[in-house]
């Protein structure tokens, strides 16, 4: 039996301290954000009437490498952290592949999923600072639990604006959700001028995750003691979610492990954000190379087929301008859609690593993602959602090319969830139900013409 | 800050690879299985046609003090054990109780409970011995799933009975299964002899456990290379459970914690028996003094109401007969009943260990389970199952008394399982819609009329 064990955990000691800014050792910063009306760079006195200050500063700051993790927050990651690093020895059994595949497993919290490594942080400033309450909006539900999780913990107000389509799929998700005390509201409501807009132009609309921010930003700004808070895209999500890749690397470093290729999904950015970081950081000072690989929904192909230009982060177009990867604000995936990572943008960071030529993006359709996830969860036991199995299908796919060419790589992926809540779409694909969209050129060039004109 | 982390977590050369046979350090063993017809003692022959060989060798042998765990189990167990034994700092703090809690937590896998770690072995045995596939029952659908997972493992067919009242309830749970390849049939069923007979006397029941056995259990014997297997109750499934509390005192011992209340819930006892088994045999051989206390709901009180006598495991009344404490194979715990553990009987081990004085019992009412089960969820940041709760809510009590007395107790509890597939239960509970419910005196009078007479 070989040394290293099927899961690699460390001990509290050996956790990071400190978060790890990328945007330090890039040497082409990611572009500011822009306000929506004048175009010109948003300052910290622009972005506070809607984000906590001591965020505004980690969103502004792209030179101090380490924020030092403050202790109440470490208190709380030492609930749920440090998570797994797994060794898919079982996998890699089945596959017949002479590869190495470990995953970086953020399914063990109540939340599901990796996203409570921010939430807990942006409620922590948000309580810090003194404030009453927090507005976020929530797709699937998985940063909507995080938070809640984080807000109960805390001691604020929680109100989450959840899209209406997974507000009547997942009443388990909004029941979760109640439990941790927050209020749940489907999105598009009555609540906010720009829901009712929405709602007189599109009077059947099931929502988006664009809609849903405009109005969790219109309550923040409108009542007083709240500020809005979101669990991606964002250059302060990605700081906190450096975690994951801290974690990661001092479990491969304890066993003198060193990765060929580094495998995220990605949706607006968080996961595959975090997870990276320090590797992407040793690439950039040039101290050591990874291939590092985006997978994306092929139904929301943000990277493969998008364009790098400033767009608004929400359909109400109330939000600052983010340079990204966009298929345009007013892009919604089809409907049969179940694979999550539904947003139209990507991380302004990733962006422009991307563009920079630091890292790879691929799109699967979501028949095969679907393939990949019930496959991984008979032959290693955990349930993953829709959403990380797209990292799983192209960690399979990579290791099945060691298979053809016998190389012994190794392939690192984050399995940033589970999906228990996600079974609809796992019977939908039992069922044969389940159909790959992929959108055609002209949509695509219709939406895109919905960017903004920016010098 | 404390020495002792919030997880303790064994390395993998620290797991155990033996399981501790609790009966064998039992002066009054328990009674044996006898067969319904002739009330004679059933031998290892009597039992072939419904269990696998060697697990009927466990079933009966009270002597044996360790089984090896076999490697191929033992390879199973490392992809999701050791389990955490974790430190509820932030219980202990926000109780503000001088005692020292400590849970070890089984829900980190994805049957969301401790089900999996009998399901595995039993799976193995099954294959071990040639057997195409196996038949079992599964109520709130832990131990269905924790089966479809092991036999997927191990290249077997599953076929599982399902209570039909949470089949219809839990249509997410029965995704689960099929997404591991078992064929899941609502109990009563026209598909079994047993299932027929009671729809036709009982047309709109919607199923209890005791049935759903009947079902498995006809199936299993009419088959050719099938065999039953069950999650509770049985010593064999006791014996699996021992790893619980092996790896738990193992945790303890590294730190030199030494508990003084071990309290975990009994539905069966699957949970209860392994968590409690290296302590009471520490208790048995007069090494050590525990306190050790079952909790159940009081809406299904085996122990604290229930008699101490032979009984049939089965409504249908196919099954052999265990001496129990039992409340009459024909209860059925009231529809409003959302607590789990809703088995009529009770783990012979345990029975008989409870009637000799070495542990204690208390019942609790379902609101304050769920009390329990909100409060822990916001505190620890782990949603709990009901099932679970029930452990929960006696640790609290517990706590809350030494913050009355002052007293540094040590407190261990088992935390079996997650409660992301009982949501519609925490929804009744939010609404105030969920209602406590005592059997009186004379319901339980008339149950116990239908115990079998065994001289």
Chains 1, 2 share one sequence.
């Not at 572009?31 to 009437?49: I, K, R």
């Not at 995080?146 to 507000?167: E, I, N, Q, R």
């Not at 032959?379 to 090319?401: Q, T, Y």
Request: one cysteine or more; glycine letters at 8%; aromatic letters at 10%.
């Amino acid at each position: 039996m070989s040394k290293i064990p099927y899961k690699i955990y460390l001990n509290e000691s050996e956790m990071p301290t400190a978060w790890y800014n990328l945007r330090a050792d890039m040497k082409t910063k990611p572009a500011p954000l822009l306000n929506p009306g004048t175009h010109e760079p948003m300052s910290a006195s622009d972005l506070a009437p809607v984000f906590c200050d001591e965020l505004i500063q980690q969103e502004l700051d792209n030179d101090t490498r380490y924020f030092e993790i403050p202790e109440e927050i470490l208190k709380f990651y030492k609930m749920y952290r440090p998570s797994p690093l797994v060794r898919a020895y079982c996998l890699e059994e089945k596959l017949g592949t002479p590869a190495k595949i470990y995953y970086k497993f953020e399914g063990n919290n109540t939340s599901g999923s990796h996203k409570l490594n921010s939430a807990s942080a942006q409620a922590y400033y948000a309580k810090k600072q003194g404030l009453k309450g927090v507005t976020t909006e929530t797709g699937a539900g998985q940063w909507g639990t995080a938070l809640s999780m984080a807000c109960s913990y805390f001691g604020l107000d929680c109100k989450v604006f959840m899209v209406k389509v997974s507000y009547e799929q997942k009443p388990f998700r909004r029941e979760v959700m109640r439990t941790y005390g927050a209020s749940v509201t489907p999105s598009p409501s009555m609540e906010t001028k720009i829901g009712q807009k929405i709602l007189a132009d599109h009077p059947g609309t099931t929502g988006s995750l664009g809609c849903a921010i405009s109005e969790a930003v219109e309550v923040a700004t409108s009542t007083p003691g709240y500020r809005y808070v979101l669990g991606s895209v964002l250059n302060q999500v990605l700081l906190h979610q450096s975690v994951i890749g801290l974690e990661t690397k001092a479990a491969l470093d304890k066993y003198g492990i060193k990765p060929d290729i580094i495998i995220g999904c990605a949706g607006g950015g968080s996961n595959l954000g975090g997870l990276i970081a320090p590797f992407m950081g040793e690439k950039l000072r040039g101290e050591a190379d990874y291939r590092i690989i985006a997978v994306e929904p092929a139904s929301c192909p943000s990277f493969t087929r998008g364009k790098f230009a400033y767009d608004f982060a929400d359909t109400g177009m109330v939000c600052p301008l983010a340079k990204m990867y966009t298929l345009g604000s007013n892009f919604i995936p089809a409907p049969n859609h179940a694979g999550g990572l539904r947003y139209h943008g990507m991380s302004p960071v990733l962006s422009q690593l991307y563009h920079d030529g630091y890292m790879e993006a691929v799109s699967v359709p979501q028949t095969a993602v679907f393939e990949a996830a019930e496959y991984f969860a008979r032959v290693e036991g955990i349930l993953p959602a829709p959403e990380s199995s797209h990292a799983i299908r192209a960690a399979i796919d990579e290791a099945l090319k060691c298979k053809e060419t016998g190389e012994e790589k190794t392939i690192v992926f984050g399995l940033t969830g589970t999906g228990y809540f996600d079974m609809v779409a796992y019977e939908k694909f039992h069922d044969g139900k389940m159909e790959d969209y992929i959108p055609t050129d002209a949509e695509l060039e219709a939406s895109f013409a919905t960017l903004p004109k920016v010098e």
